[in-house]
């Protein structure tokens, strides 16, 4: 069974930088177009930016310019870096495979992400 564990969200404020990890198991990870999602309170879930097989990257407009995706393949893990984060940020991030593709069924926990002065 798939699993996803996103770690590394928490308070901070307007401006503030935080790292997201998310640790992928049970299927294969190398090679596979991954993704990382958030839920805003009152919104559904949404696409925040993807990192493909090769490395290549895309994302939301939103946030261009100030997340970076990246992924290490032998530890099985993806990463969000979050620089300049604003209040707009805050939801629950989540991690799968790009939608494109097909997302997994079984989603992990999340991890909150909260940007208020």
């Known amino acids: 069974q798939v699993q996803f564990v996103e770690s590394g969200g928490g308070l901070v404020q307007p401006g503030g930088s935080l790292t997201l990890s998310c640790v992928v198991s049970g299927t294969t990870f190398g090679g596979r177009a991954m993704a990382w999602y958030r839920r805003a309170p009152g919104r559904q879930r949404a696409l925040v930016a993807t990192?493909?097989?090769?490395?290549?990257?895309n994302y939301e407009e939103s946030v261009k310019g100030r997340f970076t995706i990246s992924r290490d393949n032998a530890k099985s893990t993806m990463y969000l870096q979050m620089n300049d984060l604003k209040p707009e940020d805050t939801a629950v991030y989540y991690c799968?495979?790009?939608?494109?593709?097909?997302?997994?069924?079984?989603w992990g926990q999340g991890t909150q992400v909260t940007v208020s002065s």
């Open positions: 799968n495979r790009d939608q494109k593709y097909g997302v997994f069924g079984s």
């Open positions: 990192i493909d097989g090769l490395g290549l990257t």
